[in-house]
């Protein structure tokens, strides 16, 4: 069974993180030059919450207030689940998946070492899945 560090390992340990003291704009535009969905809200090298794009959607758009002047520390997130990079890939889609979020903090030793999303959970269950099928396939042709 696949575990977290797996994820870790393949896109790496690159935390994109902006203060709570940010603007809502800023972020937004660090999340659109980077391409990402999330960044990491970080008190100096304290993890405080992730911002995402759904934050900005339901948080700012439909409340009517302004980019511009509303601080990520006013709409992100702080209540969300972390896990291990022990846990496994099939734990961590479940968790997601029934607590409805798409970005998850994995912690090591009590320090933020990354950040997983639901896309990079289903694309490594893909992966997986594409290996055991290779595997077989392999074992098949091997004994005909």
Do not use: W
């Not at 972390?82 to 320090?111: G, H, Q, S, W």
């Amino acid at each position: 069974m696949k575990t977290v560090s797996t994820i870790i390992e393949h896109k790496g340990k690159n935390i994109v993180s902006v203060s709570p003291d940010t603007v809502v704009i800023d972020a937004l535009q660090i999340m659109a030059e980077k391409n990402i969905g999330s960044v990491v809200v970080m008190q100096g090298d304290k993890y405080v919450g992730i911002m995402t794009e759904r934050d900005y959607s339901r948080k700012v758009i439909l409340k009517g207030k302004n980019s511009t002047t509303t601080r990520v520390s006013e709409i992100m997130s702080m209540d969300l689940p972390f896990v291990l990079p022990t846990d496994t890939i099939e734990y961590c889609m479940e968790l997601m998946t029934a607590r409805n979020i798409r970005y998850m903090p994995v912690f090591e030793n009590t320090k933020l070492s990354g950040i997983i999303s639901m896309t990079d959970v289903v694309r490594e269950t893909i992966l997986s899945q594409r290996e055991t099928i290779s595997h077989l396939e392999s074992y098949i042709h091997s004994n005909v």
